[in-house]
C-alpha cells in the first residue's frame, strides 16, 4: 500500500519541522528544529534559537541523500558532514525527502550557472603545469562520460524489456482466470514499473555527478590559475628584493668613495613603487569573507554584498581599515629609506645573543612531601626547593611581556585610534603566548632586586624592572621605545594553592602610552591557574576578561579569555574581544587564542538578536569583512622541551652581561647555579640569601620603629621572624580582598613599620587611573653610563 503524498513545496519556499538527529551512543536520537532555505539546511535545538545559534549547516548543492528505511534517512557531503535523521512516520519523511530532492536540484542549478558565468569572465590557464593538470581532469571527465553512456545503454535496453513485459503481461490480464492470478499479475506489474523508475533514478543520479565533476573542474581550472599568478607576482616581488640588496651592499663599499647624491634613487623610486603595486594585485585578489565564530556574547556572519566592492575599491576599503597599508607602508619606508641609511649613519654592530642553555636536569623529587604541609597557606610564604623553578627571577618573566613590541610598533605608526586599539589588544593576548608550557615557578625576587633589558640597538627600546616591595611581593616595570610609546606597570601577586590546583591572580594596572597621538591605555591582567599540582602533568590556563580602556579617547576593548572545558565544543584557549568606541559603537571584532595568533575584521552591520543567549542576555550579530591576522606566535627553538620551553627572548635573558646593576638578576647566584645544573648548590644559596633578606628587614624595621611617633613607641617592635610575619597577615588578607572586589589597591602597608623606599621608582597617583602605582623617576641609565653604582644596595 503506498503512502498517501504530502503537499510538495515550491523549490524556493522555507521548509520548517521537527526530526530526530543522531548525537551519540550516549545520548542516542535527540529532537531538532531543522529549517530547509535556500539550498541550506540548518539545525537548532529549539525553535527561539534561530535567531543567534546555529548548531550546524550543510550545503545540498553537493550533498548526497539516502533513505534507510521507513522512517530514517541519511544526508551526507562527501565525509565532513553526515547527519543521519529520522522522522516521526514514513509520511513526513516521504514529505522532506521530497522537499529536500527539489532544494537540492535548485541549489544544483544556481551553483552550475554561477560557475559558468564566473568562467566565462576568467582567462584560460596558461603554462605546461595547468595544461597538464587540465589534460589529467579532462581525461577523467571522459572516463566518467564513457561509463554514463554504458549505464544509458543498459536504461535503453531495460526499458525496451520492460515494455515487452508490461505487454505480455497486460495479455495475461484479458484472459480470464482465477481471482489470485490476477492479483499477482498486477503485482508484478507493479514492480515492473517501480524497477524501471529505479534505472532511470540511476542514470540521473550518474548525470548528476558528472555534472558535479564538471563543475569542480572548472574550479579547479580557476585555483590553478590563481595560484600560478600569485607564484609570478611572488618571483617578481623576489628579484626586486634581490636588486635592492644588491644596490644596498654596491652603496655601504662604496659609501667612503661616493657620496650620497649619487646614489641612485631611481632604482629605490622603482622598487617601492614595484612593491606597491604588488600589494595592491594582493588586495584585488582578496574577498571579504566572515569570520564565522559562535561565541556566548556575539555571533559573526559574512557582511552583505553591498560591502563587496570591487577592484580599486577593495584597496581603499584597506587603506580605511590601515590593516594592509600599516604593514605594507612601514615595508615600503624601510626598503625606500634604508639605501640610504649607511650614508647617513654610522653602522653598530649588534650583538649576537645565545640560542641556548644548559638542558635541565632530570632530578626526582617527591612533590606531595612538600605540598602536603602548604595547603590554604600564601604562595609566597612557602619555602620552595629550586626543583620546582626555572632559572629566571620574577622580574624577567615580566620583561618577556614585550616578546612582541612590534605589535606596539605598528600601534605607534596608527592615525586611527580604533586600529590602535586592536594591535594594542594583540599585544595584551601574545603577553601570555610565553607560559602555554612554561610550569616553572619563577624566583621570588629579592627585596630590591632590578632587572634591565636593554635592546636599544636591535629593537628600539629599553626596559627596567624593580621589586620595590615584599610583603605583599610587587614589582614595577618601565619601558620606553624609540619608536613611540612607553609601557609602564607594577604587578602584585595574589596567590593561593587549592590542593589540585594553583591560582595565580595578578593584581595592577598596566599602561601604555603613546608619544605621537597621546592616547593612554590601560588594562588588567587575567587569572593563571596551574592545574595537576599532586597528580598528572602540569598544565597552565589562562581564565578571566580583560577591559583595555584609551583614557583620551574613551574607546574600549572588552577580551574575553574562555576557560578550558572537557565538554567545550571550543577550540581550546580561545579569546574572543569587541572593539568599541565612547558610544558603544562596535567596529572590530577580534578573535583568536592566546597561544597561536590573533586576527581582527571589521564590523559593518551590528544588530541585536531576536533571541536570549545561554546566560539569559540578548546576542549581538555583527556582520563583518574577512579576518586580518594581527600577531601570530613565533615557533620555540630547537630543543625547547629541554630548555624550560623558553622562547628566543627567554633564553637571552639571563645571559650575562657587563654594566649592569649589582642588584641586577643576572648577578643573583642561586639563579645562576640552577641554570648550571647544579642544583644542590642552588638550594643552599637560595636558602642564604632569604635569611639575610629576612636579617635586614627585621634591622630595617627596628630602625623605623626607633624613629615612630611617641604615641607608637609604646609598640613592642617585631623582634622575630615569626611574630612578623603573624603581624603582618591581617593587612595582606585586607589587600587581597579589596583588591578582588574592584577596589583600587592601597598603599603597601603591613602590621609592621618599614621605612624601605625604592631605588628607581617612586609611588605616586596616577593622574588617568586615581591609582596609586610606583612610577619610574628616572636616573638608572644615566649611572649606567657612568658607571657609578655606588647608591645600589648589596643585596646578594
Same mark, same amino acid.
Given at each position: 500500500m503506498s503512502e498517501p503524498k504530502a503537499p510538495t513545496p515550491a523549490p524556493g519556499d522555507t521548509y520548517k519541522g521537527w526530526l530526530f538527529k543522531w548525537t551519540n551512543y550516549i545520548k542516542g536520537y535527540q529532537r531538532r528544529w531543522f529549517v530547509l532555505s535556500n539550498g541550506l539546511l540548518s539545525y537548532y535545538r529549539t525553535q527561539a534559537e534561530m535567531g543567534h545559534t546555529c548548531r550546524g549547516t550543510i550545503n545540498l548543492a553537493t550533498a548526497n541523500i539516502a533513505v534507510e528505511d521507513s522512517c530514517?534517512? !541519511?544526508? %551526507?557531503?562527501?565525509? *565532513?558532514?553526515?547527519?543521519?535523521?529520522?522522522?516521526?512516520?514514513?509520511?513526513?519523511?516521504?514529505?522532506?525527502?521530497?522537499?529536500?530532492e527539489l532544494a537540492k536540484a535548485k541549489a544544483f542549478r544556481m551553483q552550475a550557472e554561477s560557475d559558468d558565468s564566473g568562467d566565462e569572465s576568467s582567462p584560460p590557464a596558461a603554462g605546461q603545469g595547468g595544461g597538464s593538470?587540465?589534460?589529467? !581532469?579532462? %581525461?577523467?571527465?571522459? *572516463?566518467l562520460g564513457s561509463k554514463v553512456e554504458d549505464l544509458s545503454t543498459c536504461n535503453d535496453l531495460i526499458a525496451k524489456h520492460g515494455s515487452a513485459l508490461q505487454r505480455s503481461l497486460s495479455e495475461l490480464e484479458g484472459v480470464r482466470l482465477e481471482g489470485q492470478t490476477s492479483e499477482k499479475i498486477r503485482q508484478v506489474t507493479e514492480r515492473a514499473t517501480l524497477f524501471r523508475i529505479t534505472s532511470n533514478a540511476m542514470i540521473n543520479a550518474c548525470r548528476d555527478f558528472l555534472s558535479l565533476a564538471q563543475a569542480h573542474s572548472k574550479r579547479w581550472q580557476k585555483a590553478l590559475q590563481a595560484e600560478r599568478e600569485q607564484r609570478v607576482r611572488l618571483e617578481e616581488t623576489l628579484e626586486q628584493?634581490?636588486?635592492?640588496?644588491?644596490?644596498?651592499?654596491?652603496?655601504?663599499?662604496?659609501?667612503?668613495?661616493?657620496?650620497?647624491?649619487?646614489?641612485?634613487?631611481?632604482?629605490?623610486?622603482?622598487?617601492?613603487?614595484?612593491?606597491?603595486?604588488d600589494a595592491s594585485d594582493e588586495d584585488d585578489e582578496n574577498e571579504f569573507f566572515d569570520a564565522c565564530e559562535d561565541v556566548q556574547e556575539f555571533i559573526t556572519v559574512p557582511a552583505d554584498p553591498k560591502y563587496h566592492r570591487s577592484g580599486s575599491n577593495v584597496s581603499g576599503i584597506s587603506s580605511e581599515l590601515g590593516m594592509d597599508d600599516g604593514t605594507t607602508s612601514l615595508d615600503e619606508q624601510s626598503l625606500a629609506s634604508n639605501p640610504e641609511s649607511p650614508q647617513s649613519q654610522e653602522v653598530v654592530p649588534v650583538r649576537k645573543r645565545r640560542t641556548r642553555i644548559p638542558d635541565k636536569p632530570n632530578y626526582s623529587l617527591n612533590l606531595w612531601s612538600i605540598m602536603k604541609n602548604c595547603i590554604g597557606k600564601e604562595l609566597s610564604k612557602i619555602p620552595m626547593p629550586v626543583n620546582f623553578n626555572e632559572p629566571l627571577s620574577m622580574l624577567q618573566r615580566l620583561s618577556e611581556d614585550l616578546e612582541y613590541y612590534e605589535l606596539l610598533d605598528r600601534a605607534a605608526k596608527c592615525h586611527n585610534s580604533l586600529e590602535q586599539m586592536c594591535y594594542v589588544a594583540?599585544?595584551?593576548?601574545?603577553?601570555?603566548?610565553?607560559t602555554v608550557h612554561r610550569t616553572g615557578k619563577p624566583f621570588n625576587p629579592l627585596l630590591g632586586e632590578t632587572f634591565e633589558l636593554d635592546r636599544l640597538q636591535e629593537s628600539g627600546y629599553r626596559s627596567l624592572?624593580?621589586?620595590?616591595?615584599?610583603?605583599?611581593?610587587?614589582?614595577?616595570?618601565?619601558?620606553?621605545?624609540?619608536?613611540?610609546?612607553?609601557?609602564r606597570q607594577e604587578i602584585a601577586l595574589a596567590s593561593k594553592f587549592r590542593g589540585k590546583y594553583l591560582s595565580i591572580m595578578p593584581l595592577g594596572s598596566i599602561h601604555c602610552i603613546f608619544e605621537k597621538s597621546n592616547n593612554h591605555y590601560t588594562w588588567k591582567k587575567v587569572t593563571t591557574t596551574v592545574h595537576n599540582i599532586i597528580v598528572g602533568k602540569l598544565w597552565i590556563d589562562q581564565s578571566g576578561e580583560i577591559d583595555v580602556v584609551n583614557h583620551k579617547t574613551g574607546d574600549r576593548c572588552h577580551l574575553k579569555f574562555a576557560p578550558y572545558s572537557y565538554f567545550s565544543r571550543d577550540v581550546a584557549r580561545k579569546v574572543t574581544g569587541v572593539v568599541t568606541d565612547k558610544d558603544g559603537k562596535a567596529?572590530?571584532?577580534?578573535?583568536?587564542?592566546?597561544?597561536?595568533?590573533?586576527?581582527?575584521?571589521?564590523?559593518?552591520q551590528s544588530s541585536r538578536g531576536g533571541e536570549n543567549g545561554a546566560e539569559g542576555r540578548q546576542k549581538t550579530v555583527y556582520q563583518t569583512l574577512k579576518a586580518k591576522e594581527l600577531w601570530r606566535k613565533t615557533p620555540l627553538p630547537d630543543g625547547a622541551e629541554n630548555m624550560y620551553y623558553f622562547s628566543t627572548l627567554a633564553l637571552t635573558l639571563n645571559e650575562p652581561e657587563e654594566g649592569v646593576a649589582p642588584t641586577d638578576s643576572r648577578r643573583r647566584p642561586d639563579q645562576r647555579l640552577m641554570e648550571q645544573g647544579r642544583w644542590e648548590e642552588a638550594n643552599a644559596e637560595k636558602q642564604r640569601l632569604e635569611e639575610k633578606q629576612r636579617t635586614v628587614r627585621r634591622e630595617r624595621e627596628r630602625e623605623a620603629n626607633r624613629s615612630a611617633s611617641p604615641s607608637e613607641e609604646g609598640k613592642e617592635p617585631a623582634d622575630g621572624a615569626e611574630e612578623v610575619e603573624i603581624a603582618s597577615e591581617p593587612a595582606e588578607t585586607t589587600y587581597k580582598t579589596e583588591t578582588l572586589h574592584g577596589s583600587h589597591p592601597p598603599a603597601y602597608s603591613s602590621g609592621h613599620q618599614d621605612n624601605y623606599k625604592a631605588m628607581w621608582f617612586e609611588r605616586r597617583v596616577d593622574p588617568s587611573t586615581g591609582e596609586p602605582t610606583n612610577i619610574y623617576r628616572g636616573g638608572y641609565w644615566e649611572a649606567k653610563d657612568q658607571g657609578n653604582w655606588d647608591s645600589c644596595p648589596d643585596i646578594f
Open positions: 530514517n534517512f !541519511v544526508i %551526507s557531503n562527501g565525509g *565532513t558532514q553526515t547527519y543521519h535523521l529520522k522522522a516521526s512516520s514514513e509520511v513526513e519523511r516521504q514529505r522532506w525527502i521530497t522537499a529536500l593538470r587540465n589534460s589529467e !581532469v579532462q %581525461s577523467t571527465l571522459r *572516463t628584493l634581490a636588486k635592492q640588496h644588491n644596490h644596498l651592499e654596491r652603496a655601504f663599499r662604496g659609501a667612503t668613495v661616493l657620496p650620497p647624491s649619487q646614489s641612485n634613487p631611481a632604482i629605490d623610486n622603482k622598487g617601492s613603487a614595484q612593491v606597491k603595486g594583540a599585544f595584551t593576548v601574545s603577553s601570555y603566548s610565553t624592572c624593580e621589586q620595590v616591595s615584599h610583603h605583599p611581593p610587587a614589582a614595577a616595570h618601565h619601558a620606553i621605545s624609540e619608536r613611540g610609546w612607553t609601557l567596529h572590530y571584532v577580534l578573535s583568536g587564542t592566546w597561544d597561536e595568533k590573533m586576527e581582527c575584521s571589521r564590523v559593518m
